[in-house]
């Protein structure tokens, strides 16, 4: 098996269980014949991970950080919950269902919609709050959802044996007459 199989044949999956979330680094075992720590690769051995049993003079080390620990290879961050929101444009009555990370601020959701919407800068962004004793109002973009008073309630929901989904947030986006550029 080349260093490179493990990795093609996981193309596009989510690989984060390779690795320690304290240290970040391919997580470590003992070797069970030298008994010293060495990478736990069950898969497979990959690129930046050495030999196993004894040092050999064919294996490369000829790099500075290995590619798990480069930030020009992070593709995505792995998020800790996603949950489901409506976008409504109230000008066209059209709505959109999305599925966005818990983490991301209302801009980043912008910035996701825009795909479908490439004015969607041009609108002002409106929301119900649980927060403030349900009042409809204008978002922080710099914030979350959460942050906005607006929280994912679908563990609630499946306490009392609802769907997760039983009710899917909507934010409201009202036309400011001030087109962005597309």
Same mark, same amino acid.
């Given at each position: 098996?080349?260093?490179?199989?493990? %990795?093609?044949?996981? $193309?596009?999956?989510?690989?984060?269980?390779?690795?320690?979330? /304290? /240290? &970040?680094?391919?997580?470590?075992?003992?070797?069970?014949? /030298?008994?010293?720590?060495?990478?736990?690769?069950?898969?497979?051995?990959?690129?930046?991970?050495?030999?196993?049993?004894? *040092?050999?003079?064919?294996?490369?080390? !000829?790099?500075?950080?290995?590619?798990?620990?480069?930030?020009?290879?992070?593709?995505?961050?792995? @998020?800790?919950?996603?949950?489901?929101?409506?976008?409504?444009?109230? %000008?066209?009555? %059209?709505?959109? *269902?999305?599925?966005?990370?818990?983490?991301?601020?209302?801009?980043?959701?912008?910035? #996701? =919609? $825009?795909?479908?919407?490439?004015? $969607?800068?041009? =609108?002002?962004?409106?929301?119900?709050? /649980?927060?403030?004793? #349900?009042?409809?109002?204008?978002?922080?973009?710099?914030?979350?959802? $959460?942050? !906005?008073?607006? *929280?994912?309630?679908? @563990?609630?929901?499946?306490?009392? &044996?609802?769907?997760?989904?039983?009710?899917?947030?909507?934010?409201?986006? =009202?036309? !400011?007459?001030?087109?962005?550029?597309?």
């Amino acid at each position: 098996m080349s260093s490179d199989e493990p %990795l093609l044949e996981k $193309a596009g999956e989510d690989i984060s269980h390779w690795f320690d979330p /304290t /240290t &970040g680094d391919v997580k470590i075992r003992i070797h069970p014949v /030298t008994k010293l720590p060495t990478f736990y690769t069950p898969q497979g051995r990959f690129i930046h991970i050495p030999p196993p049993d004894r *040092p050999q003079t064919d294996w490369d080390c !000829n790099y500075e950080l290995p590619w798990w620990k480069d930030e020009r290879y992070v593709i995505g961050k792995l @998020s800790q919950k996603t949950r489901l929101i409506r976008i409504k444009n109230v %000008l066209t009555g %059209l709505e959109a *269902p999305l599925e966005v990370p818990s983490e991301e601020t209302i801009r980043e959701i912008l910035d #996701r =919609y $825009a795909s479908r919407n490439s004015h $969607a800068g041009s =609108y002002t962004w409106k929301g119900i709050s /649980t927060a403030h004793d #349900r009042i409809f109002m204008d978002m922080n973009m710099d914030k979350t959802l $959460a942050k !906005n008073g607006i *929280p994912d309630e679908s @563990s609630l929901f499946t306490s009392l &044996g609802l769907a997760p989904d039983y009710h899917i947030p909507v934010l409201h986006l =009202y036309f !400011n007459d001030d087109l962005t550029p597309s």
